[in-house]
């Protein structure tokens, strides 16, 4: 029991290593999209595009996975990328404002 156990839970771990290799991969081009947007001086928050992919994604849904639990699970995901957006545009205007100051 416990043996099948451990042998789903290796291909779980492998899973779980792709996930974040993919999530950190879609996190350096969400800060890309996040220069982009300052530069042209764009809300972080674009609840179309998010309504978009969501709609898309659940269109495109044929796993075991509820169009509801897919929406929440990702809508996590823009949330996390939106902060790192934050973050990162307040980094640029601090280190501007030093730049400014010295
Ligand atoms: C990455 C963007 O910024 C935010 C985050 C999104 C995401 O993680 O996919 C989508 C829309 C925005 O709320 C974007 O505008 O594309």
Avoid: H, W, Y
């Amino acid at each position: 029991m416990s043996d099948r156990i451990d042998q789903l839970r290796v291909q779980i771990d492998a899973i779980n290593s792709e996930l974040l290799t993919i999530l950190n991969k879609r996190a350096e081009v969400v800060l890309e999209i996040g220069k982009a947007k300052q530069e042209k001086g764009m809300e972080v928050f674009d609840p179309e595009r998010e309504e978009r992919i969501l709609s898309s994604l659940c269109s495109m849904n044929r796993g075991l996975l509820t169009d509801e639990m897919i929406r929440v699970i990702f809508k996590q995901i823009f949330d996390e990328c939106s902060n790192l957006q934050r973050a990162q545009m307040n980094e640029a205007m601090d280190s501007a404002e030093m730049t400014k100051s010295r």
